[in-house]
């Protein structure tokens, strides 16, 4: 039986050199989240604004969702926004906080019943009053720190710490991004929102470690090749593994957003924006910090110079190492001038796979 | 590698089995599992799982005690006591007693009168004991010009706040379970709230209405036999022994009580008892009460309902009484709690309610399971045509993983929820990914030119280091998921975390089993992976 290959066999994608592209455009996204959210804003369901949302059905027929609206903008709650979604019959009404406090979000529910209830089924009502959103706001927020810490140190433990930070940095990357989709989609940011959040925090922490591994392994194996090539090889031997991974999930997640149904929704879609930032920040982000970071110490790139074995030594080696690490600043048209600049995969086709990614 | 010892095999097997088993009841269809139920013994019944509100419909409620007007009872009932011990102490004050937010305040000229009274006051405070075991609930100030000011500590506010939250769960528990749905929760949350969930009502209004009642508690005389029958009626007794014949005159309101605390019988037995005590009015009319009715039986009425019916002794003129009877410590500590119930309703205010219709709840668990079976399926078929035959091995113990989490759940009773269902689609696709760490090893190691039973050991070994550490993170994140998320998002992390834990045993060691019984009989001569 022929089995199906989606990444294509024994990859040599120099990833490192990506960075130069990478970081920028990154660093672009994570500002414009950043951007989005405060000029944007988020669409704060009732978990975290407070307020009331009642779900309706129809009784007979479809929902009307202008009746509706006029309906109840004459009850004078605020702001009232009615939607339609999925079936016909179905409506949501939502309004904000009202002046008065609790009781008066009671009140103001039963105002909705007696003048929707009959023609209407109230599937839903959901109303959450201010002190309690803004416990949920706290609670969330900590949650995530919280875990970002926790993860920070057990990655501290269980690696060297130029790992913890690039997981950490890629971590808050995605967190960014993620939250930059949130206000872009303007989908509705509630406490299912916060559990992908999370979910996302793990799953890309997930893909990180995987990739850190099997770096640490190769460090261990090839003590003597330049960290960037080093760390190339590693993301390619993984990347079958990394891409089956994605689709699996990703397969999982596009079902429950199919036919998972209206509450799980965003919970869903946010899932699906996470694994793709995670997959990429894993290979993108995290990984290169690593250089940048000076994971190994400069003895042993450097140690390598004066034992030339058969990996193709070049003399520009030293060199294209220690600028390396200054390239952080260096014109990306700078690169293409030195065609050899040391951080070549070590076996034969090196010069073919160049070209096919620059 | 591929030798794996019988008992394992058996322990693995033994596994499945049990969660299967587990699993079963909560599968069956409800009429199934009834006549199942029915043929077991009560302690036999299979436990099933536990659907979450947002499956099942129902309500859950938060009810906040209002501080503010725990506070102003707290206020009202010490300017009371100020009151009654100016009196006992024969002081004379210019101006009134000036009540404020926080506490009242006196001026008292006679540097006499206030050595007096001061220590009483500060009595006031005798027998608290603070939620830290310290703490004050009432503050006594003195100024230089005669002015005393006792001011109501937030220590004292939090214990009364504290306490209006007991006695509001019990007078809650008690108009719930009357509405006779199934297994209604009630829970104390924090200081000042109550969080109310019940399952499948049909009516919330109705709910509503009654935890927004306030309790009434009234004193009745229980009618003799033979008594005018227009004057009696036929009350339900707590405790569930029958219905008994209680005069329909209120003889004392609840209102007029002003505090109801265990303690013990110090002059006999040292039996618990309860100690009770009225304001002014209520002394009153509960003296001449008792002085006309001595012998006969007093009853306590909560909410239509006849909790306590003691003899009537002796007289009791001075305010304050006891109610004995052979309680046990819990029993008196219950009843004081009810008559403080009634005696001060706390005011509850609704703040947070989310209610579920029951046609929605089996909307979304038809919409859970269809995503989890089009989620699974995929998977499983994805799986397949990857890795063919070790494919297959990946979708039993896929099989095997789901079946964990279920019984899971079952067995740790906690609530299967639409975020939960969501969490475990979400395992179905991480699940494999143990299987394909591991595969994907494999498959490089015989790329790298080693035997096939080098490749199988590399593969399985090198590929478990990354599993723990990738799934202890995720863990991580379950994990403090659950200790701040509530209810739905509670279930989801539950469901994550599930997932994480059993994947060691599914993914990793019996798919090695099961590659290990494949390699004894298929005798490859090069992994087709």
């Avoid at chain 1, 030339?308 to 390396?324: L, M």
């Avoid at chain 2, 200790?483 to 469901?495: D, E, H, M, Q, W």
Wanted: hydrophobic share 45%.
């Amino acid at each position: 039986m022929k089995l199906l290959r989606l990444a294509p066999e024994n990859t040599k994608f120099p990833f490192m050199r990506f960075r130069r592209v990478s970081y920028p455009f990154s660093a672009l996204l994570s500002l414009i989240s950043v951007v989005l959210f405060i000029f944007h804003g988020m669409n704060f369901g009732i978990d975290f604004a407070g307020g009331t949302v009642i779900e309706l059905r129809a009784k007979s027929g479809t929902a009307e969702i202008s009746t509706l609206r006029a309906l109840s903008e004459k009850l004078e709650l605020g702001e009232i926004e009615v939607q339609s979604f999925g079936n016909p019959a179905d409506a949501t009404l939502r309004f904000g906080l009202q002046a008065g406090g609790d009781a008066a979000q009671q009140a103001a529910v039963e105002k909705v019943r007696a003048a929707a209830g009959a023609d209407y089924e109230l599937r839903r009502v959901e109303v959450v009053g201010p002190r309690v959103s803004n416990e949920l706001v706290q609670s969330g927020t900590l949650g995530v720190v919280l875990s970002i810490i926790a993860v920070l140190t057990y990655l501290w433990f269980r690696f060297e710490w130029q790992f913890a930070v690039g997981a950490v940095i890629a971590t808050m990357h995605d967190l960014l991004l993620t939250v930059g989709f949130f206000s872009l989609t303007q989908l509705e940011f509630n406490t299912t929102s916060i559990a992908a959040i999370l979910t996302i925090v793990g799953y890309s922490l997930n893909e990180t470690v995987v990739v850190l591994d099997r770096i640490r392994e190769m460090m261990r194996k090839y003590k003597k090749m330049p960290t960037a090539q080093m760390i190339d090889l590693s993301i390619n031997a993984v990347l079958p593994r990394t891409i089956m991974t994605a689709t699996t999930v990703f397969l999982a997640l596009l079902s429950l957003v199919v036919f998972g149904g209206q509450v799980i929704r965003s919970f869903s879609l946010a899932m699906i924006w996470g694994i793709f930032v995670a997959t990429y920040s894993s290979v993108f982000i995290c990984s290169p910090m690593l250089i940048y970071l000076g994971l190994r110490n400069e003895d042993a790139d450097k140690a390598q110079a004066p034992s030339p074995t058969k990996e193709p030594a070049k003399p520009e080696r030293e060199p294209a190492t220690s600028g390396d690490e200054s390239t952080e600043l260096a014109p990306v048209s700078a690169a293409p001038k030195t065609p050899s600049r040391g951080k070549k995969p070590p076996t034969k086709n090196s010069g073919r796979s160049k070209p096919k990614t620059a | 590698m591929l030798r794996f010892a019988t008992w394992k095999i058996i322990a693995i097997l033994g596994m499945t089995l049990a969660a299967l088993l587990v699993v079963a009841p909560s599968m069956m269809s409800v009429p199934a599992y009834q006549a199942l139920a029915e043929r077991l013994p009560a302690w036999a019944k299979p436990p099933t799982i536990v659907l979450g509100l947002d499956l099942q419909g129902g309500s859950y409620v938060m009810l906040e005690v209002d501080r503010a007007a725990v506070l102003h009872t707290q206020v009202m009932n010490l300017r009371d006591d100020v009151r009654r011990i100016l009196r006992e102490e024969k002081v004379a004050i210019t101006g009134g007693i000036g009540t404020q937010l926080r506490g009242v305040q006196l001026r008292v000229p006679e540097a006499a009168d206030r050595a007096k009274i001061l220590p009483k006051l500060r009595s006031l405070s005798a027998g608290f004991t603070g939620r830290m075991g310290g703490g004050q609930p009432l503050e006594v100030e003195e100024s230089a010009d005669g002015l005393v000011r006792v001011t109501v500590t937030d220590a004292g506010v939090t214990d009364k706040v504290r306490k209006a939250v007991d006695q509001s769960i019990e007078v809650i528990r008690r108009r719930v379970d009357a509405l006779g749905t199934r297994e209604p929760s009630i829970q104390r949350e924090g200081d000042d709230r109550i969080i109310v969930q019940v399952p499948g009502l049909q009516d919330p209004e109705q709910l509503k209405t009654i935890l927004g009642q306030t309790a009434k508690l009234e004193f009745r005389l229980v009618a003799d036999p033979g008594q005018n029958p227009t004057e009696v009626e036929e009350l339900e007794q707590a405790d569930g022994s029958g219905k008994i014949g209680i005069e329909k005159q209120v003889m004392v309101q609840g209102e007029d009580l002003t505090d109801a605390q265990p303690g013990f019988d110090q002059q006999r037995s040292g039996e618990p008892v309860v100690n009770f005590r009225f304001n002014i009015r209520g002394a009153q009319k509960f003296g001449e009460v008792t002085s006309k009715n001595v012998g006969r039986l007093f009853a306590i009425v909560l909410d239509n309902k006849v909790i306590s019916a003691p003899r009537i002794l002796t007289p009791i003129t001075g305010g304050s009484g006891q109610i004995s009877g052979h309680f046990t410590v819990e029993q008196a500590n219950n009843l004081s709690i009810l008559l403080r119930a009634g005696a001060l309703p706390a005011k509850l205010n609704i703040v947070e309610e989310r209610t579920v219709g029951p046609g929605l709840g089996q909307d979304s668990i038809d919409a859970g399971k269809r995503a989890a079976y089009v989620g699974a399926g995929l998977v499983v078929v994805y799986m397949l045509i990857t890795y063919g035959v070790f494919g297959v091995f990946a979708n039993l113990a896929l099989f095997v993983h789901i079946a964990f989490i279920f019984a899971g759940l079952v067995l740790l009773g906690s609530t299967l929820t639409l975020p939960g269902i969501a969490g475990i689609v979400l395992t179905i696709g991480m699940a494999v990914d143990s299987n394909v760490l591991i595969y994907e090893r494999i498959r490089e190691e015989q790329h790298a030119g080693r035997s096939i039973l080098a490749s199988l050991d590399a593969g399985f070994k090198r590929a478990f280091a990354t599993i723990v550490d990738s799934n202890v993170t995720m863990f991580v994140a379950a994990a403090i998921l659950y200790f701040l998320g509530s209810g739905p998002v509670r279930g989801f992390a539950v469901s994550l975390a599930l997932g994480i834990l059993t994947t060691i045993i599914t993914a990793v060691t019996m798919t090695r089993m099961m590659i290990a019984i494949w390699y004894h009989y298929a005798r490859p001569t090069r992994l087709p992976i």
